[in-house]
T-cell receptor
């Protein structure tokens, strides 16, 4: 199968600090990774799309200087929430897709287990 | 702008019942439509992926259909079990691999 992991699974931090969340594709090379945010009882909202080796593309209304995304390798993308505030508390989920892995549909996304961020 | 709506928002059924979850989307120009399951506080588990050229997909007790012309998809769950209790999300691939999600249907299957 196609497995995506996230670390940490949950994090509590103080307001003003920065938090880094890792997203890894464990058994395939992810040419594209996506970061979503989910508020309680709400749907997932796409924050940004990142392709390996290039800058991320952010959705309208998402501050690129606040949510730093790095996709330095084909198996790892990181999301750093800088100067976190209580309103950034949310469930952050990443997904990954591969365009050249046999057995995987090129347009299917595989999701990580999510990271619960709580900012005090 | 693609919008995805799921009805009902919540559904409670007795064990063993067959049920249908509905998903509608406003822009029929989709690449695919996916159904996911999400347990409380957890990530997403992909259930079924229907490509735009397909009409339906089946996996075990699950069957998903897609009607692009009417902008609808349904997820049929046969012989429901308490373990099926979760929130079910549908998502339309709006192009450029961007998934647009509905708010989900929270399903409770009572023993």
């Amino acid at each position: 199968g196609a497995v995506v992991s996230q670390h940490p699974s949950w994090v509590i931090c103080k307001s003003g600090t920065s938090v880094k969340i890792e997203c890894r594709s464990l058994d395939f090379q992810a040419t594209t990774m996506f970061w979503y945010r989910q508020f309680p009882k709400q749907s997932l909202m796409l924050m940004a799309t990142s392709n390996e080796g290039s800058k991320a593309t952010y959705e309208q209304g998402v501050e690129k200087d606040k949510f730093l995304i790095n996709h330095a390798s084909l198996t790892l993308s990181t999301l750093t929430v800088t100067s976190a505030h209580p309103e950034d508390s949310s469930f952050y989920i990443c997904s990954a897709r591969s365009s050249h892995t046999p057995g995987l549909a090129s347009n299917e996304q595989f999701f990580g287990p999510g990271t619960r961020l709580t900012v005090l | 702008k693609q919008e995805v709506t799921q009805i009902p928002a919540a559904l409670s059924v007795p064990e063993g019942e067959n049920l249908v979850l509905n998903c509608s989307f406003t822009d029929s120009a989709i690449y695919n439509l996916q159904w996911f399951r999400q347990d409380p506080g957890k990530g997403l588990t992909s259930l079924l992926l229907i490509q735009s050229s397909q009409r339906e997909q089946t996996s075990g007790r699950l069957n998903a259909s897609l009607d692009k012309s009417s902008g609808r998809s349904t997820l049929y769950i046969a012989a429901s079990q308490p373990g099926d209790s979760a929130t079910y999300l549908c998502a339309a691939d709006a192009g450029s691999e961007k998934l647009v999600f509905g708010k989900g249907t929270k399903l409770t299957v009572n023993p």
